[in-house]
């Protein structure tokens, strides 16, 4: 059986949209953790995941800073700098901040600090099994929208109802009335409904990877101190 999967982080977890390549079914649901999204059986053999997996000492990285300048402005601010690795120690927004402080002379975003339960969640299985790597990817959806579209980024806020439209419009023709049936169960899956429509887009990239099509950004990423890539598939 081969499985595939696309994820976005939600209030309760992962919202997770899973393919059986063989029969073309897809089916959603939440889940709870990193370990979970990974390694429940049957296991994925893709996982596209958005979320910053390797992470830098200090200083940017340049899949972000290439992801930003592909999506141009307005999308560009929805690639948010990943956070240093050392703020993965921090038990505190405060806390995080002063540890940035004394490497870049930077404080950590919001933004990054409300997700950061997730990157080292993510993080720690990924090191604890460094193979896994083979099978989890990271991706943005904002940027798979934009080689949906022939490289061209999403004019609309994905918030705003005429945004959802627009990424729809893309979706459709893809996978059909899974996404009307997904966006009507998001609530039972504790996910908004732009969780879900980056979730399948993370999906169609999947499937990219699966079928040997897939770029990576930038075209030879290097890795982090861990071992892991610092990159965005698409």
Not at 33 to 45: D, F, K, S, V
Not at 101 to 119: C, D, F, M, N, R
Not at 147 to 158: E, I, S, T, V, W
Not at 201 to 224: C, M
Request: net charge negative; hydrophobic share 40%.
């Amino acid at each position: 059986m081969r499985i595939i999967r696309g994820a976005d982080g939600c209030k309760g977890g992962w919202i997770a949209i899973t393919k059986n390549i063989d029969t073309g079914d897809i089916t959603w649901q939440l889940c709870k953790n990193a370990r979970e999204l990974i390694y429940q059986e049957p296991e994925p053999r893709i996982i596209a995941v958005d979320i910053p997996i390797g992470l830098p000492e200090q200083g940017p990285r340049m899949c972000d800073q290439a992801a930003r300048k592909l999506l141009g402005t307005p999308r560009a601010s929805s690639v948010f700098p990943a956070p240093i690795r050392p703020v993965l120690a921090a038990r505190s927004y405060v806390d995080a901040c002063h540890i940035r402080y004394q490497i870049e002379g930077k404080k950590v975003s919001q933004q990054a600090w409300h997700i950061i339960s997730k990157i080292k969640d993510m993080d720690e299985c990924l090191r604890q099994q460094p193979e896994s790597q083979s099978r989890v990817h990271e991706v943005h959806p904002e940027v798979c929208f934009c080689f949906m579209a022939d490289q061209h980024a999403m004019r609309l806020n994905k918030k705003s109802h005429a945004g959802r439209e627009e990424r729809i419009t893309l979706l459709e023709p893809i996978f059909g009335e899974c996404i009307a049936a997904a966006l009507a169960e998001r609530h039972q899956l504790a996910s908004g409904a732009d969780d879900v429509l980056d979730a399948f887009a993370a999906l169609w990239t999947a499937e990219r990877i699966l079928s040997g099509i897939s770029q990576t950004i930038p075209p030879e990423p290097p890795v982090d101190d861990c071992g892991l890539y610092m990159e965005i598939v698409v």
